[in-house]
C-alpha cells in the first residue's frame, strides 16, 4: 500500500517542543518535495514548510520561521519537522504532502503526489 504516514503529535505546553514524522510506505521519497500544512478547526490549510528531493532547499511559512526546522533522511525514507518554541496558536492537524513533477511521474508511471491522514498538534497550558 502506498502511503505517507504521519506521527510525533501530541499535546504539548507553550514553549514546548514537537518532532513530527512523515514516512513513506510503498514507494520512496527520494524524488519527491515535500511540505508540511496544517489546518485548525474552521481556518484554511497553510502551508508550514517544504523541503526539496535533495534537501539542498527549505521553506517556511514567516509564522514558523526561526522555529521549525524541515529535514530529511533519504536513507529511512522519512521527513522531519522540528517544532521548537510552540505556540496556542500552532494548534493544528499536521499533514505531510509529496509532490513530484508531473512529466516525471508520467515517464515512471509513479503518483504525481500522496498526501499523509495527519497527526494532531495542541499547544495549550
Known amino acids: 500500500q502506498l502511503e505517507l504516514v504521519e506521527s510525533g503529535g501530541g499535546l504539548v505546553q507553550p514553549g514546548g517542543s514537537l518532532r513530527l514524522s512523515c514516512a513513506a510506505s510503498?514507494?520512496?521519497?527520494?524524488?519527491?518535495?515535500i511540505g508540511w500544512f496544517r489546518q485548525a478547526p474552521g481556518k484554511e490549510r497553510e502551508g508550514v514548510s517544504c523541503?526539496?528531493?535533495?534537501?539542498?532547499?527549505?521553506y517556511y511559512a514567516d509564522s514558523v520561521k526561526g522555529r521549525f526546522t524541515i529535514s530529511r533522511d533519504n536513507a529511512k525514507n522519512t521527513v522531519y519537522l522540528q517544532m521548537n518554541s510552540l505556540k496556542p496558536e500552532d494548534t493544528a492537524a499536521y499533514l505531510c504532502?509529496?509532490?513530484?513533477?508531473?512529466?516525471?511521474?508520467?515517464?515512471?508511471?509513479?503518483?504525481?503526489?500522496?498526501w499523509g491522514q495527519g497527526t494532531q498538534v495542541t499547544v495549550s497550558s
Open positions: 504532502h509529496a509532490e513530484i513533477d508531473r512529466t516525471i511521474a508520467t515517464i515512471d508511471h509513479r503518483p504525481h503526489e500522496y
Open positions: 523541503i526539496s528531493p535533495g534537501a539542498g532547499s527549505t
Open positions: 510503498g514507494f520512496t521519497l527520494e524524488y519527491y518535495s
